[in-house]
């Protein structure tokens, strides 16, 4: 059975971009009469607000997609919040921990910023993580609980990921190259966004991930964590992101483009979902 999942997360409205991203996850799974699930990523206390997490349930709902398991239907696999499933996170923490695939580590509050959401393209430009500030291996195996520092993930450095991408084809990231260790967990004692992802695409039994290309590195990333959790891959399918007639892409706040504002603009589901970009930013 297909499960495809949208997850958005409440930092302000939705744009246009997760209108056709989130629309393309709908057809996928309608497609294979399959199931679709709504998860709503609220893991960034400060920058997430419950009136965005409320508008992004009606702009899609106005969109006319339909889910089967989400924050305002229920079903088994709940919550769909992530802000409410910290002691599940907290168990794949120790999982990883006892896979011996972590450890805890001092760093900037810049880069625990970072970590809060996903690292789309525009938050690329983080530094790797210096392989020489590592610590030992056995460093932190003895720690029973994560909270208090941040913990990172030890990539194999020079290891070539490869996934086959359903929408953008063969994909190849090297550890160490194009992505250093990361966070898992945060010393506010939440998770980071490639963890928390990962554990609830598991739980929730996500088939195929559907969402923007910008996400394409994360997906070695998160390759990484369903080894060292003995966890079977959803496929993958990274969108093309919208972008506008110069080529720029449309960030969440680009005025006159999200969802709500063209709706009162008297646009239609439609004209939102499939308009040429140029004549909806008229
Ligand atoms: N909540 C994440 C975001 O909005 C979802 C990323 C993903 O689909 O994995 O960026």
Redesign the pocket.
């Known amino acids: 059975m297909y499960r495809g999942r949208l ?3 409440p930092t302000g409205y939705l744009h246009l971009g997760h209108a056709r991203t989130f629309a393309l996850a709908a057809q996928r799974s309608q497609a294979a009469q399959g199931q679709l699930i709504y998860r709503t ?1 609220d893991l960034d206390a400060e920058r997430c607000r419950p009136e965005f997490a409320l508008a992004a349930l009606e702009d899609l709902r106005w969109l006319g997609l339909l889910w089967h398991e989400g924050p305002d239907v229920e079903g088994p696999h709940g919550p769909y919040v992530q802000s409410q499933r910290r002691e599940y996170f907290l168990k794949v923490w120790q999982l990883l921990h006892a896979a011996g695939g972590i450890y805890p580590c001092d760093k900037s509050r810049q880069d625990v910023a970072r970590a809060l ?2 690292p ?1 393209a525009e938050h690329e430009a983080e530094p790797l993580f210096p392989p020489s500030l590592r610590p030992p291996l056995e460093h932190g195996r003895d720690v029973t609980q994560p909270d208090g520092t941040n913990w990172r993930f030890r990539v194999p450095d020079g290891e070539t990921i490869h996934f086959e991408d359903r929408l953008q084809g063969p994909q190849a990231f090297v550890a160490g190259q194009d992505f250093g260790d990361f966070l898992v967990w945060r010393k506010d004692g939440f998770p980071a966004y490639e963890l928390s ?1 990962v554990a609830d695409d598991h739980a929730m039994g996500i088939t195929e ?1 559907v ?1 923007g290309a910008d ?1 394409l590195l994360s997906t070695a990333r998160q390759i990484l964590l369903y080894r060292a959790l003995g966890w079977p891959e959803p496929h993958w399918a990274h969108a093309p992101l919208v972008v506008d007639a110069q080529g720029r892409r449309l960030a969440k706040r680009t005025a006159g483009l999200s969802i709500r504002e063209l709706r009162a603009q008297g646009r239609t589901p439609a004209e939102v979902l499939t308009a040429p970009v140029g004549t909806l930013l008229a």
Do not use: D, G, S
């Open positions: 997850a958005p997360t990523e959401t996903a789309h992802v991930v969402r996400l």
